[in-house]
């Protein structure tokens, strides 16, 4: 006879908050604890690819040009010196804002690639290492004497993960490349943004959202040849990964629905070409109206999804109309373009008097998915997500203080977690060349007056 439970088993709400507790991942285990990845990279691409890795445990040595660091250090606002200093060498300059969240957890060291000591310096590192990630030109590291061929030679385990704009072959592969060309020739542009009759045209992300999806499936190949290494064959790998091919990846249905009759996906904006009611809608009123911002001074947005028919009958209900309820009741007809043009004006109508809070009030009320559209000041100050570690103070050991993003998921038994935030240049060139290239303080002394590192 099976014995009855005494206790009350632990809800899942308190059994995921013990498991995941963000305070107690420093007592856990790093699940790459004992890989060592060289990171020669930069801007976002390569840089994120790298830093997922050392949010894992790996050991991340991130390589710079000598003194002024890479492109990405200097490429954004906020860099003056008292924020982020850039280097000991060059004092008068800081390290922009747009460094931060591609590069944590990482060591900092420096070195030329175009000098033959500098080569030879990678060469070494790349023979006790197990990952190389870099994202320059195709071939450049090859002209170098130090790409994927040369590093096989001295190191045939060495996983080699090149992220780059167009691939390695082919006739336009030797094209600069970034985040937004990316996201224009892979064909995300196309498609996003307003429709013409509203104003609107494409319209790119603020974010580099195709740089730091790309990062995560170099980190991806980089685990998957892990595996293949150290499970499998014994042997490393040459991973390529494009920037552009991997946007059009994420075009959903648009490549299927032209190859088969012929269709070009259009701009659909804040609807949804699939769902609707599913999309975002403009409240009349701003939540800050005495705001510094001029941005929150205007009216909020709110994401309003009711999409199924009985979940839009409750949002006819919530905002008194019923001529919209008999009249699109069904979900074929009301995600027809006419319908929309016709359903989101009027919501927008009925929130005209109302700040986008009010209006999550009422659909909340009525049990309706929403979410007001927020701003980053909106999310730092989240409860949910500072008790849940998403975004957190970090006392980092160079600069103190600081607000950052954790790691975007959870691992119960070796969760990744946030150690620093980034470095100066060349910060740890006495503590890596030193220990690991075997480097003598007076090699290490005359190769930086050379600015050879
Ligand atoms: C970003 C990008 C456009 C920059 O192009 P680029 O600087 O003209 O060319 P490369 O990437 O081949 O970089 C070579 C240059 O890096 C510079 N460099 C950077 N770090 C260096 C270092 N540590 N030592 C020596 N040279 C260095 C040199 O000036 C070198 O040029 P040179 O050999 O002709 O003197 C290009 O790397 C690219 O398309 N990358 C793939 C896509 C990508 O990742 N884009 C950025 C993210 S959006």
Redesign the pocket.
């Known amino acids: 006879m099976a014995t009855q439970p005494t206790t009350k088993p632990q809800d899942f709400e308190a059994f995921c908050r013990e498991t995941f507790n963000p305070k107690k991942e420093f007592a856990k285990p790093e699940v790459l604890k004992g890989y060592r990845v060289l990171s020669c990279t930069?801007?976002?691409?390569?840089p994120s690819c790298a830093s997922y890795l050392a949010e894992l445990g790996a050991e991340v040595i991130k390589?710079?040009?000598p003194r002024r660091g890479?492109a990405m250090r200097h490429t954004t606002p906020f860099n003056e010196p008292f924020l982020y200093p850039l280097s000991k060498w060059v004092p008068e300059r800081g390290t922009g804002l747009g460094f931060l969240g591609a590069n944590p957890n990482e060591y900092f060291v420096s070195?030329?690639?175009?000098r033959p000591e500098g080569q030879a310096l990678v060469k070494n590192l790349a023979a006790k290492s197990d990952v190389f990630v870099e994202?320059?030109?195709p071939g450049?590291f090859d002209r170098w004497g130090i790409g994927y061929r040369q590093l096989k030679e001295i190191n045939p385990r060495l996983i080699y993960c090149w992220?780059?704009?167009f691939g390695g072959w082919g006739p336009g592969r030797v094209r600069?490349?970034?985040?937004i060309l990316g996201q224009s020739q892979g064909g995300n542009f196309g498609m996003t943004g307003k429709q013409e009759f509203l104003g609107g045209a494409p319209a790119k992300h603020t974010i580099?959202l195709a740089?730091y999806w790309g990062g995560m499936m170099g980190a991806t190949q980089v685990l998957a040849a892990l595996y293949w290494r150290d499970h499998v064959s014994g042997e490393g790998t040459f991973t390529e990964y494009s920037?552009v091919h991997g946007v059009t990846r994420q075009l959903e249905y648009a490549l299927p629905l032209y190859g088969k009759h012929g269709i070009t996906r259009e701009r659909w904006g804040n609807w949804d070409t699939q769902l609707c009611v599913h999309g975002i809608i403009k409240c009349g009123k701003s939540s800050y109206p005495q705001s510094e911002n001029p941005q929150e001074m205007e009216e909020g947005y709110i994401l309003i999804s009711a999409s199924a028919d009985k979940d839009f009958a409750r949002l006819c209900k919530a905002i008194g109309d019923t001529t919209l309820a008999g009249k699109y009741a069904k979900a074929d007809i009301r995600v027809k373009a006419e319908s929309q043009m016709e359903i989101y004006p009027a919501l927008e109508k009925w929130a005209a008097d109302k700040t986008k809070e009010q209006v999550a009030a009422i659909m909340d009320t009525n049990n309706i998915i929403n979410q007001p559209v927020w701003n980053a000041k909106e999310v730092a100050e989240h409860p949910h997500w500072n008790e849940r570690g998403a975004v957190r103070w970090l006392d980092d050991p160079t600069y103190g203080e600081l607000l950052h993003q954790g790691p975007a998921y959870k691992m119960s038994a070796t969760p990744p977690r946030l150690k620093w935030a980034l470095k100066p240049v060349g910060a740890d060139n006495e503590h890596i060349f030193g220990n690991l290239a075997g480097l003598t303080p007076d090699d290490i002394k005359r190769l930086e007056d050379q600015e050879c590192i």
């Open positions: 930069q801007y976002i691409l390569g390589i710079e040009a890479e070195i030329d690639f175009h994202n320059y030109r450049t992220l780059g704009g600069a490349s970034y985040d580099w740089d920037q």
